[in-house]
Every structure is written in C-alpha cells, then in structure tokens.
C-alpha cells in the first residue's frame, strides 16, 4: 500500500519560515519524481516545487528564491523548506509522487497559515 505522509506546517508570521515533509512508503522512492502543490479555495491546485530522481528543481515563480525543495531517498522523504513566508503562501500543501507508469499518489495535505 502506497502511503505519503506529510508532516509540518502551522500558523507563522510574515517573514518566518516552516519546512514541510512528506514520508512515502510502498514505492520505490528513487524511481519518482516530487512534487509540492498547494490549494486554497479561492484558487486551484498548482505547482509549487518539484525535484526529478535525478535531482534537478522546478519552482513556481514567486516562490523562487524563497523554498527549496530536497529529496533523501535513505529516509525516502521529500522536504520543501519555505522561507520570508508571505501571507499569500497561505494554503494547504499536498505531497505528489509521480513515477511515468502510475498516475500518481497523494499525501494528506498540510495546512500553512501566514498571517501577523
């Protein structure tokens, strides 16, 4: 059974930082590519951050400079390190594993408020 299971998150100030984890088992976590999305209700899902197997990076553009994505494949987790959280960073992130052959799992989501 595959299971992705996030962790982090909370209530910050504008200019803090928080670091979200996403912990998979049930896949062979070398073989996928991570990703973070966020949603809130005014808007739908999007991309924020993705890391190939190979390691390579995508960011939203207005996250860029501020999260960086990471992957350990020893603890099989994908982190997303966000810093100077704004209050339009608010939102509930969700975890993605995506390998070419299935059509992607999910992790529960997470919930992350920027607010003074």
């Known amino acids: 059974q595959v299971r992705l299971v996030q962790s982090g998150g909370g209530l910050v100030q504008p200019g803090e930082s928080l670091r979200l984890s996403c912990t998979t088992s049930?896949?062979?976590?070398?073989?996928?590519?991570m990703s973070w999305y966020r949603q809130t209700p005014e808007k739908q899902r999007e991309l924020v951050a993705s890391i190939t197997r190979d390691g390579d990076t995508d960011y939203l553009d207005s996250v860029k400079g501020r999260f960086t994505i990471s992957r350990d494949s020893a603890e099989s987790t994908v982190y997303l390190q966000m810093n100077n959280l704004r209050p339009e960073d608010t939102a509930v992130y969700f975890c993605?594993?995506?390998?070419?052959?299935?059509?992607?799992?999910w992790g529960q989501g997470t919930q992350v408020t920027v607010s003074s």
């Open positions: 993605n594993a995506k390998a070419e052959w299935d059509d992607g799992h």
């Open positions: 049930g896949i062979v976590f070398v073989l996928y590519e």
